[in-house]
């Protein structure tokens, strides 16, 4: 039988949720971060095949030198089975050898387009945001030319809100039909959005948030509670399985010891 | 539409008359910053946010004192943060006008406090695009061309600030963007080896070095060896930069540390926090650490050994012993 | 406007629904072809004029025969012209359609009878570019661009009948030349070395090789020698073509023979002009010397070794010797 | 004193015209065929710091392990300073790193352009020529953005037309002012056509062929009579210096013993 972890942390349980959601021998363009993460934990557990790709330029490397702390350093390199920079991991994903992207963001919207570049109005205040956040990195070449992307987000309401602040990576943009395809845009668009609290995916024909399952503790109104947006809740939204012992094991013992990305707390 | 560095035709008309011949670049780091990089100029960063970047030529420009700098680059960390720090200590000496930029934090070692600094204070001018945007920039800039076509990212607001410009496609007649190409007027690259005339080997992801430089008007190569033509040239296949793109060939170990640089060192996890905490610091109001850091750590020392000495030994042997990716295989030295 | 090969939009969703895993890719050439090779397919042809073409896989082709075919290439030689005697001794069973190219001759070696004779006759059409032109092709297709921009032959001809359109760019205001990417079907590679999941380690010149696979459908790559994977990535810099880019992969020694191979053979100045010679008299209406080439050498055989095991010993030993790039260092053979 | 050859053919007469033309420390992309001698011939004796490159890839090599067959072959590889491929060569000359092309065609108009396309009716007669040649290959690009084109060419009034049969590699196109700017052009355009009977240049106003010397054993005459347009002739034009002893020692000992590209004879 299953052993489940009985301690764990919502970030443990986002990378648990993230590393299910991949499936074997699929190519996926990895994120800094937790996505980075739930990959080695996939691989680890039930996808050994998946092919990671790095935006700096490694693809299909061997994630056994330690966990790395930049896509761009020297644990993405290790017996890696390309290896030349940023353009041609972005031209092949651009191309479609990347199934999946695999990011984060600081803000999204009920069709699942994300903000990773400012808080504050824009254009108004783009020279002087509220706050200015890293910007886009690769995730929004991802969001675009990536086959299917997968987000990791905290939930919190402000966080999930009904309009961003600025559009730095394209969900299903304002949800119209064929919106995508209409922009220009080669990947079919968000798949899952991994969260604290919820799996969540997007409706066929509205392309609006709709909730999946619920993380272990939460429920649908508590999933709701923490969105600034009405979500859709299908008749069968389910409750997640919890993590195993040995998937809580592996992240603290094996992947991430030090807790780079996965025991920080999250910020405000 | 405007151009910041050169044209695509200025460029083109720059290296036409440039000398390409096959001659020693080697020079000293403050000879060749003296020489190649001006007030005004457009700045092409190599490296990947914190690995591989020219850490040591950005100590050298924070010493001398450069102005009205446009930086242009994809992903950037501490190289670029390191020239922040000098400009929030004293713009006068040091400043950065405009930012050509896809991310400015430090991933696992978090967001950068300068960056907000400068942003949320608008002391910079701000152009964001995305990582394959600024990497295909360069490479249109590297390849002759005035712009390249590309995907991503259509729909999203960097399109609203940027000056990218989407067309109907005339073969397929869907949208697509066309990026206008990026020629700095000079490229800082840090390579693991390089010889006198400035061919480099990379090791590692390329980032988008070979671009920069190749779509800059001049470049600054820090190594961290020197190695002999003919051993650079027994592999061609691995030459990653050809000498005629490079101007100045300086041999500096550890040239970019505290970052990682392939095959030679890992970040130091000691050393960077130390830094981004001193600056972290400045941006709550208070700028005591962040000076004793330049004080101690730019200002205070001539060059980069001189920085380098100040590090612990154990600390750098720490940082050579975990380097996870292949060990370089020796080379002989140049001599001197 | 009309695509031949994939359009952009289907490369892109033949891609997107493709397996991708990393496997076993071995199979039989013979088996390659009937799988891959289909009547009516554009054909990427790699290598260049006549160095490492895909001399055994178009040797199987003829064997098979293929009809209705569309070539795509820059430069080509050997491999089109044993494509061509083909369709010369019978055009029932082997015929190309179509030609996208940008030179077909031999250099040294002379001209190509078999072009003449094709063209001349008007048994193919004919679609000019220059050789940055198709480079440039497959390189955009192997980018996922509808496109890409160039600046030759700007004033050709060539522009008045192929499918490249001119723009005035909209960020300069000249005229720049925008190049239709290609996506053959197949594309058709030899290499020194590749393992079993069909990364390939070049050396030398890549040509457009990793454009024409990346670009295509489908790719069979033929090589010299079939490695050890953990000798493949050992070097990682020096893959040139993933494994996800490559369908089948079949260790051919010699494959692109009587060719050159950088690092194994030099062309075979005898065998060449002894088959340049018979497709000349058969230019000049003379067809017997074909045919017997073909009867002894391609028709006459089951498999590319039988091919080889017909050229003397001293020969092949002689343009091994000969070969002036560096030997490639031994690898260990992958075990059957 | 320097020794004169007594005996030499026209081909080496165009390979030493050829050699002379070129200046130290240049980058020199190298046609197939004599370009590459000429080129050779000028490392061995007034030029060693020539910088060669070949489209299929090879920048800066060696030319030491004998006189390339192909520009694509093994001997363009050794010691090479950079070694991609087709679209790296292109791309450095298109950005202006190439100074010089070395290049020959079959057939020239009195503005530098050349064909190596096609004989007959264009458009007409294109899908069945009179004649096929190769084709472009690589030497409409060099025309087009290397800095600089030297042209080599057999010296028969049938190659020298007023208008050609097809435009493969562009020269000064109608001659007009500016004209390869207006086009989108990059580089300048020809400088040289070395042929079998002259050194010849371009008026800098009309951008006519005129010409500067007259090879030996010909004459002014001798020259116009063999091409089929009115050549400028200015007041100053001179006899070309004979080849040395040395310069066709070395053509014929050291760079092309065979005789692959120098001895052939002349097709017709």
Known sequence: MTKYAEDFTAQEMIVVAGSRTLVDNKVVFAGTGLPMVA??????????????????????????????????DSRTTFRANYLLGLNSAFELTQRGFADIGFIGGAEIDPYGNLNSTMMGEFPENYQKPKVRLPGSGGASDMACSCEQTIIIMVHEPRRFNKKLNYITSPGYLDGTPNARWRAGLAGQGPYRVITTKAVLGFDDETKRMKLIATLPGETVKSVQDATGFELIIPSDVYEFEPPTVEEIRLIREAIDPKGYFVRKKIKE | MYWTGLSPDEARQFLANKDKSKRDKRMGLKEAVQKYVKDGDNIGIGGFVNARQPVATVFEIARQGRKDLTLSFQSAGLAIEYLAGAMALDDSKNNIKRLELAYWAHEAFGISPLFRY??????????????????????????????????????????????????????????????????????????????????????????????????????????????????????????????????????????????????????????????RTACEKFRKGDPVALQKYYDDYVFGVENFAQFIDKIPFEQLQYVQKIEPSTTLEAAFKVLE
Chains 1, 4 share one sequence.
């Open chain 1, 39 to 72: 990959i080695t934990l996939a691989q680890l557990t039930h996808s050994p095949g998946i092919i990671p790709v790095f935006e700096a330029g490694a693809v299909g490397p061997s994630l056994s030198r330690g966990l790395p702390l930049s896509v761009g």
């Open chain 2, 118 to 275: 400068l942003t949320e204070n608008n002391k910079v001018e701000l152009e964001d695009w995305s990582n394959y945007n600024m990497s295909a920039r360069f490479k249109a800039g590297s390849m002759g061309l005035p712009f390249i076509p590309c995907r991503s990212p259509l729909g999203s607001d960097m399109l609203k600030t940027n000056r990218a410009k989407i067309i109907d496609c005339p073969f397929t007649e869907r949208p697509i963007m066309l990026l206008p190409a990026s020629h700095p007027d000079i490229a800082l690259i840090h390579v693991q080896e390089a010889d006198i005339y400035g061919n480099c080997r990379i090791q590692g992801p390329l980032y988008t070095c070979p671009e920069i430089s190749m779509a800059s008007a001049h470049t600054i190569v820090t190594c961290d060896r020197l190695i002999e033509h003919d051993d650079m040239t027994r592999y061609p296949n691995r030459i990653s930069i050809p000498f005629f793109s490079v101007d100045a060939v300086i041999e500096v170990p550890f040239g970019s540390y505290p970052g990682n640089c392939n095959g030679i060192h890992y970040f130091d996890e000691k050393h960077i926090p130390e830094f």
